[in-house]
């Protein structure tokens, strides 16, 4: 039975460093909202196109679009195993399309982690973030930096700083994004028994830690 989960969090928390991980070492598909959206804006697509001042001012890009390459995403083959969503749901519309769509597609969600930590640790979290430009793998200039200053150890390309790392947007997409728009999400899910909070202000092997635990004890429960 696939194992699908969902990751939540505010901007900066750590969901794609873990999601990463998690999804190579365990065989399950990553699906990153905002990396295919950034890959959509590189490629120069119409959904690039408009979603690239949306995201660069902190805004959340419209729930159709997002639905849309969501269904698009889950019809397509490599969920077998299960899949972790980073990134998705954002909205309650969002979570009620996810559920329309695993209904058809006979899956269920087996946990939510929510990942915390504080607006300020945020601030300083993405203040010193760095992805590649190829492939979105994602650096931090005091806790995980690349052999080579502004090189990616994994494909060579260039390191750089996202639009929306900037502190003013950083504190937009909280307010706007975490604070606002994602608190219907987490009370939905949080209805459904599904929530697991994750103390996301550990060093990033106490937190793999944490969900490793987590991930046992939902394997455990289905074997
Ligand atoms: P998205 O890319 O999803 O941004 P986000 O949710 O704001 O999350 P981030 O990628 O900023 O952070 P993260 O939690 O993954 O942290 P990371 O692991 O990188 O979305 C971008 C935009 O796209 C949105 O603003 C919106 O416009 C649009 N969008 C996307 N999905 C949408 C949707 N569903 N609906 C509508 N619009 C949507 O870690 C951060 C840094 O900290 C890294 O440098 C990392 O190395 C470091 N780090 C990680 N863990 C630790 C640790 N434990 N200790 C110290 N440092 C750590």
Redesign the pocket.
Known sequence: MPLDLIFM???????????ARVAAQRGLAHI????M??AAVRDGTELGRQ?KE??AR??????E??IGMIRERLSGGGTENGFIL??????LA?AEALDAMLDGLDRRIAAVPV?NLGLEALVE??G????CRAQEH???L???PPAVPGICDVDGSELYQ?D??REDVIRT?YRK?WEDAATPVLDYYEDRDLVVFID?????E??SQELDELFGRLEAARS
């Open positions: 969090g505010p901007p900066g928390a750590g969901k794609g460093t873990q999601a990153a909202t905002g990396d959206l950034r979603a949306i995201m902190g805004d959340l890009v419209p729930d679009v997002i980073d990134g998705f749901p954002r909205t969002q990942f979290r993405i010193g973030r760095r992805v994602v650096y931090h005091v806790t995980k996202r929306d790392d997409r994004q996301a202000s550990g060093t990033p106490q937190v």
